[in-house]
């Protein structure tokens, strides 16, 4: 599962979404959709704008977390 962070980087920047969506040059339903982790995709172009407003990284916006059952999956296809 892919682990959403914006909601830990505006915390610790002490930013509101409301700042980000306005610095970002983004709708503030993207970022509401983002930071309450409720989107399914995400455009290049929406992430290369988070990037340049928070100076980060793609990966410090997202993570890899194995899901205990994909994890199986997957053995079980190499078997």
Do not use: W
């Amino acid at each position: 599962m892919i682990k959403n962070n914006l909601s830990i980087i505006l915390g610790s920047k002490r930013m509101k979404m409301s700042e980000l969506a306005e610095m970002a040059g983004l709708n503030k339903n993207t970022v509401l959709n983002l930071y309450h982790d409720k989107s399914t995709r995400i455009e290049f172009e929406v992430l290369n704008k988070l990037c340049a407003a928070l100076d980060c990284q793609p990966g410090d916006l997202f993570e890899y977390v194995p899901d205990k059952n994909e994890h199986r999956d997957f053995l079980g296809d190499l078997y």
